[in-house]
Each structure stands twice: as structure tokens, then as C-alpha cells.
Nanobody, 121 residues
Framework: QVQLVESGGGLVQPGGSLRLSCAASGSIFVINAMGWYRQAPGKQRELVARITGGGSTTYSGSVKGRFTISRDNSKNMVFLQMNSLKPEDTAVYYC???????????????WGQGTQVTVSS
């Protein structure tokens, strides 16, 4: 079993910043890509940013230049630094990762429970 736990969400004014963290734990052999997704009320879950095991990054057009994804492989963690936040960034943010299990060898793609980000004055 593997699990992802997010933290760092909250209420912030437009133009403010937040840093999200996600920690993976459990029977982990290796973690390949890790990513952040978000889902606003009434909308589908969408990709925000993704980072490969080698550190290559991908961003959605709506956050490029404002958000930065990074990871700490020694701690099995991924981060999302969010700057210049806008009301339209309001959503539940979810962490996702491609994890090979050390106990079964299978590829698992768990989701975290989500953390709420609200951008409002």
C-alpha cells in the first residue's frame, strides 16, 4: 500500500502565494512522475503541473510563469509553489504519482485526499 498526503492549502488574497506539499509513504520502490491536479466546483479535474523522476516539468497554460513544481526524492515529496494567485485558481488541489510498489512490483497511481485552495478578497 502507498498513500499520498497533501498539505498547505488555505485562504489567500488575490496576488498572494501558497506552497503545497505532498508526501508519499508506504511500500515504495521507486517514484517516477509526480503531479498536481485541481478540481473546481462543477468542473472536471485538470492537470496543473507534472514533474518526471529526472526533473523535467510540464505546466498548464493557465499557471505557467506563476506556479513552480519541484520534488525532493530523498523525502518522497513533491511541492507546488503558487504565486500571483487569482480567484480562478480556487479549487481542491490533488497530488498524484506513479509509484512502483516494493512489495508487489506493480505500478500504482494513487491520489491524495486533496487540499482546498481559496483565492478571495
Amino acid at each position: 500500500q502507498v498513500q499520498l498526503v497533501e498539505s498547505g492549502g488555505g485562504l489567500v488574497q488575490p496576488g498572494g502565494s501558497l506552497r503545497l506539499s505532498c508526501a508519499a509513504s508506504g511500500s515504495i520502490f521507486v517514484i517516477n512522475a509526480m503531479g498536481w491536479y485541481r478540481q473546481a466546483p462543477g468542473k472536471q479535474r485538470e492537470l496543473v503541473a507534472r514533474i518526471t523522476g529526472g526533473g523535467s516539468t510540464t505546466y498548464s497554460g493557465s499557471v505557467k510563469g506563476r506556479f513552480t513544481i519541484s520534488r525532493d526524492n530523498s523525502k518522497n515529496m513533491v511541492f507546488l509553489q503558487m504565486n500571483s494567485l487569482k480567484p480562478e485558481d480556487t479549487a481542491v488541489y490533488y497530488c498524484n504519482a506513479d509509484i512502483y510498489s516494493s512489495s508487489t512490483g506493480e505500478l500504482l497511481m494513487p491520489w491524495g485526499q486533496g487540499t482546498q485552495v481559496t483565492v478571495s478578497s
